[in-house]
């Protein structure tokens, strides 16, 4: 009887190991996958502009991301698919599998890269607030105020660890933080300081606020892909070099955030294609 049991524990264990590999061959394939199915899922935000939102016109999520996430495509030799998402949904959506990649202003932390793995860096911002023109100008002045921040991003953390004695009160989108803002519910809202910007230049009462000249975080981004496809991730680092490298990010950035704005521009790749 012994003998039999444990017979079968290691007939077992052999198909649990052949079901973990099996697995792993599975998920480290991303790349293949993608180019037989002939298309990339790109998670990107469709209310967070300038890089990403829905076009009034043509009804398609269009930005600074976007053109990325095409860029990318076009490189892998696929169609894409854009697939809307949040701040708090954005790693979800790439864990189960119902996207490829994320490029979706997502900043790279420690934490997050426990999870998911980062491209280089393309690029580069930071944390600011948005306030009414006539509020204080330092930030140390909100230490204990009601802030907005969208809900699961680096914002929402860094207020908790600038300011602990504040309160902290998170929306789904930046669009949403400025009505409490507007609204009085808030006293200042933070987000990275291009989409302040942009969100500050849409607004039909734009004259009614400012955004403050400190940063409250420096913040670099870079595009999220599932653990262990290092060869998805070595090919979206090279074409990220090339789009670098031949001048077509300078152009994307132009296009959304103008070649004389004052906001961080983009990194300078200095990362070997592998």
Same mark, same amino acid.
């Given at each position: 009887m012994a003998t039999s049991l444990h017979t079968k524990n290691i007939v077992a264990l052999s198909a649990l190991a052949l079901l973990s590999a099996l697995s792993f061959s599975a998920q480290a394939d991303k790349l293949a996958d993608i180019k037989a199915a002939g298309v990339v899922k790109v998670a990107t935000f469709d209310a967070n502009p300038p890089f990403g939102a829905i076009d009034p016109k043509t009804h398609?999520?269009?930005?600074?991301?976007?053109?990325?996430?095409?860029?990318?495509?076009?490189?892998?030799?696929?169609?894409?698919?854009?697939?809307?998402?949040?701040?708090?949904?954005? *790693? +979800? %959506?790439?864990?189960?599998?119902?996207?490829?990649?994320? =490029?979706?202003? @997502? /900043?790279?932390?420690?934490?997050?890269?426990?999870?998911?793995?980062?491209?280089?860096?393309?690029?580069?911002?930071?944390?600011?607030?948005?306030?009414?023109?006539?509020?204080?100008?330092?930030?140390?002045?909100?230490?204990?105020?009601?802030?907005?921040?969208?809900?699961?991003?680096?914002?929402?953390?860094?207020?908790?660890?600038?300011?602990?004695?504040?309160?902290?009160?998170?929306?789904?989108? *930046? +669009? %949403?933080?400025?009505?409490?803002?507007?609204?009085?519910? =808030?006293?200042? @809202? /933070?987000?990275?300081?291009?989409?302040?910007?942009?969100?500050?230049?849409?607004?039909?009462?734009?004259?009614?606020?400012?955004?403050?000249?400190?940063?409250?975080s420096k913040e670099e981004i870079g595009v999220g892909v599932s653990k262990g496809e290092s060869a998805l991730l070595n090919k979206v680092n090279a074409e990220l070099v090339n789009l670098e490298k031949s001048g077509e990010a300078a152009k994307i950035y132009d296009t959304w955030f103008g070649p004389q704005t004052k906001t961080p521009a983009p990194r300078s790749f200095t990362i070997e294609a592998k």
């Open positions: 398609d999520i269009v930005g600074y991301d976007v053109d990325f996430a095409k860029a990318l495509a076009k490189s892998l030799g696929v169609k894409l698919q854009l697939v809307a998402t949040n701040p708090a949904n954005r *790693i +979800p %959506l790439l864990q189960s599998g119902k996207v490829d990649l994320i =490029v979706a202003d @997502i /900043t790279i932390t420690p934490e997050r890269a426990q999870v998911i793995d980062f491209s280089t860096p393309y690029f580069v911002t930071g944390q600011q607030f948005l306030v009414p023109a006539s509020s204080p100008d330092k930030l140390d002045a909100y230490s204990k105020a009601r802030i907005g921040a969208v809900k699961g991003t680096t914002g929402e953390q860094a207020l908790h660890q600038r300011f602990p004695q504040s309160r902290v009160l998170a929306y789904d989108d *930046i +669009p %949403l933080a400025l009505t409490a803002l507007r609204n009085g519910n =808030v006293q200042a @809202i /933070t987000q990275d300081s291009t989409i302040l910007a942009g969100l500050l230049a849409g607004a039909p009462d734009k004259a009614k606020f400012k955004i403050l000249p400190d940063l409250l």
